[in-house]
């Protein structure tokens, strides 16, 4: 029997995007008894997972920064990091027959992994799919944290003759991804520059290239993966990066492909279709592909100035999910980046539920401002440029953030298989994903609780 207690505690709450972190906040929430929609402007779970191949609707640099395609993700795109530390606490990414068995899976299996999640926990009843919102604001100005509720606008999806249904909710979490807005960089020239420029969010597969002079922008993840499928493909491929201090594992990759050359930043384009670099030297490029990251961008959400984007860092936000002025009843999910994302999420969306059915607390107002300033201070301090400030790379960090709802911490193999991972890639960019040394560690994390709570219900490993 619910008590009235437990009654007043339950909030009406609208989650944004059923991508992994719209999915784990659905199932925390409803969990802890709130009542809950999920809105979802695609036909069907995944996020960035749930692949789309057609992107000629997209403007190839979205510079109107409107974007219609939200996976930014290639047909060959495998997983940079090993499956096993993938998964939500509860729910272990196994192996399963017939499906993609690899460690480094490609994107499709994480997909095929978060469908079996939303089934499994009975997720797709609270989703409605094909409906983007279009507008959250706030209904007036409640005292800090009382009373606040939310105004959502919300239309089936790319249909312009559909009414746009308004409802109210007492709580939103933001869980729309950051990987579709590109980042781009400003060249000299690059407005008069007439041959084709594009950003990786629209890169699919490399045919497209065949036998012409590419210039990749970026050698992070994507750049560095590109331009290697494109190396098969293209007549020359032009790696051009901030620093010319390479990975062990890139410059292996440089050496034995003759038509890969690695150069420095971008100095101007030239309307003839040159491509010069700060170094003097020049190509002729047929194709500028800038695989230059991706923006934060909410052009749904009104917070009357109070969160605001400014060169990627969303804010104020206390640990990277409240805005001290409106929390508990508008959060975010998802902003961190360079974690282990999908248990980061969980415990983000746990400590959501728990504030918001009144068991926890968040500190007081000007307690979590000092925090957040502290904490870009201590940013800065670091020389850490402004844009970067949601980028984590500290397990330490993951635990601590736990620690407000007393969510485990990151077992010691997940922590160990992530940074053998990364060193391997650092040193075997090309094989990394199908040649391994951490047997060990492997062997410990199917050992582990996390592997062997589900065995007796149909999951399989190997
Ligand atoms: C090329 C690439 C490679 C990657 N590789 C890895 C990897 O190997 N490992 C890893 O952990 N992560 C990787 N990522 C990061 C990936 O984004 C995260 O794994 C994860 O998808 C983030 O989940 P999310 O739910 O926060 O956001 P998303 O997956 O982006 O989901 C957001 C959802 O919100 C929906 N949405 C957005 N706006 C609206 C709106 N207005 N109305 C309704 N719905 C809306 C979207 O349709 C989407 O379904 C990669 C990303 C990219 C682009």
Request: charged residues 25%; contains cysteine; hydrophobic residues 35%.
């Amino acid at each position: 029997m619910v008590s009235d207690h437990q009654l007043i505690r339950s909030k009406n709450v609208c989650v944004i995007g059923a991508g992994p972190s719209g999915l784990v906040a659905a199932r925390e929430l409803r969990k802890e008894g709130h009542s809950v929609v999920v809105f979802e402007q695609n036909h069907d779970v995944g996020g960035q997972w749930l692949y789309s191949p057609n992107v000629e609707d997209e403007d190839p640099l979205v510079k109107n920064n409107i974007v219609k395609v939200h996976s930014s993700i290639y047909e060959s795109l495998r997983l940079t990091s090993p499956r096993e530390i993938m998964g939500f606490t509860d729910f272990p990414f196994v192996v399963k027959r017939n499906r993609d068995m690899r460690r480094f899976p490609g994107h499709k299996e994480l997909w095929l992994y978060l469908k079996d999640f939303s089934e499994w926990f009975g997720l797709r009843e609270m989703i409605r799919f094909k409906t983007r919102v279009e507008y959250v604001g706030m209904l007036d100005y409640g005292e800090f944290g009382k009373d606040l509720k939310w105004v959502v606008r919300s239309k089936p999806n790319y249909k312009a003759d559909e009414k746009v249904v308004e409802e109210v909710f007492d709580a939103v979490v933001v869980a729309t991804g950051h990987y579709s807005h590109p980042r781009l960089p400003s060249i000299k020239g690059m407005d008069a520059w007439k041959r084709k420029q594009m950003h990786s969010h629209i890169y699919r597969t490399p045919q497209p290239f065949r036998d012409e002079v590419v210039v990749v922008v970026g050698n992070s993840l994507s750049g560095q993966d590109i331009s290697m499928e494109l190396v098969e493909m293209a007549k020359e491929v032009h790696l051009s990066s901030k620093s010319l201090d390479i990975t062990e594992g890139l410059s292996k990759v440089i050496s034995k492909h003759h038509k890969l050359h690695l150069r420095p930043q971008i100095e101007s384009l030239v309307e003839d279709g040159r491509v010069t670099f700060v170094d003097g030297s020049w190509v002729i490029a047929d194709t500028i592909l800038y695989c230059t990251g991706y923006s934060y961008s909410f052009p749904f959400l009104d917070t009357k100035g109070i969160v605001v984007v400014d060169d990627d860092r969303v804010g104020p936000l206390y640990e990277h999910t409240f805005p001290p002025s409106l929390a508990p009843s508008l959060s975010f999910v998802g902003i961190p980046r360079k974690l282990i994302g999908f248990p980061f999420f969980e415990s983000q969306a746990k400590w959501i539920a728990q504030l918001l059915s009144g068991k926890t607390t968040l500190p007081s107002w000007d307690d979590m401002m000092q925090s957040i300033k502290d904490f870009y201070h201590s940013r800065d301090a670091a020389g850490l440029p402004k844009q970067n400030t949601h980028d984590i790379a500290s397990f330490e960090y993951c635990d601590k953030y736990g620690d407000h709802i007393g969510f485990p911490h990151l077992e010691e193999w997940r922590k160990g298989l992530c940074l053998s991972a990364l060193v391997n890639a650092d040193a075997n960019l090309e094989s990394y994903r199908d040649s391994w040394d951490d047997h060990r560690l492997l062997q410990e994390a199917h050992q582990s609780p996390h592997f062997t709570q589900h065995k007796s219900q149909a999951f399989s490993t190997l």
